[in-house]
Structure formats: C-alpha cells, structure tokens
Nanobody, 129 residues
Framework: QLQLAESGGGLVQPGGSLKLSCAVS??????????IGWFRQGPGKKREGVSC????????DYSDSVRGRFTASRDDAVNTVYLQMNSLGPEDTAVYYC????????????????????WGQGTQVTVSS
C-alpha cells in the first residue's frame, strides 16, 4: 500500500526548530528512483514548494524563503526524507507535505507541485508565541 507519512510537526515558538520526517512505503519503484519534495500550504495561500532532494541525494534545492534555515536530507536505508527547520517564524506556519516524483532518466527535482505524483497527508506546523 502506497504511503507517504509525514511526522514531526507541532507548535513551536518563533526562533525555534522542528525536524519533519517523511516515511515512504509502497511506491511502485525502488525508493532511490524518486525525487522527494517538501511543500507547504499556509492559511489562505496556495501550495508552495519549500525544498526538493534528488533521488540520489546529490542535488538539493530550496525556495528563497527558507534557504539558509531549512535543510533537507534522505536516508535510503529506511526510506525516509527529513526536513530540518531552524529559525522558524510565524510565516512558516502551514501544513507541510512531502511528495514523490519518479525519475528514471537523471533529471533534477523541482519545486513545482504539479510534477509530483504521490503525496502524503501533511503535518501541521504552527509557529506562535
């Protein structure tokens, strides 16, 4: 059964940190054939790309709004992708999603949501004092 399960969200004070996890199972191909993206959707906003990591972990990109504060990584031994989030601010409040994109030909991941085929249910991150 296909599953992308995000965890690690919660309530944090401004300036704090959280680490999100995305545990993946049941994909049609091996996990290392998938780019993984992190996306978020804040209240009244459209879904935006936050970070993406290539299937081999050798290419990582971030949106301008999180670059320098967030760090993506993956551990293929446990089919899990992580998003370390530091220096969080109220503008980071959103539901965070991970998504998978099959890549068999060496292309790079992007931050465009419509390019990802499989999605998790999301985890809420709230930054507030």
């Amino acid at each position: 059964q296909l599953q992308l399960a995000e965890s690690g969200g919660g309530l944090v004070q401004p300036g704090g940190s959280l680490k999100l996890s995305c545990a993946v199972s049941g994909l049609p191909q091996d996990f290392n054939n998938y780019h993984i993206g992190w996306f978020r959707q804040g209240p009244g906003k459209k879904r935006e790309g936050v970070s993406c990591i290539s299937r081999l972990g050798d290419a990582i990109d971030y949106s301008d709004s999180v670059r320098g504060r967030f760090t993506a990584s993956r551990d293929d031994a446990v089919n899990t992708v992580y998003l370390q989030m530091n220096s969080l601010g109220p503008e980071d409040t959103a539901v965070y999603y991970c998504a998978a994109k099959l890549e068999l030909y060496g292309g790079y991941p992007t931050l465009r949501p419509n390019e990802y085929e499989y999605w998790g249910q999301g985890t809420q991150v709230t930054v507030s004092s």
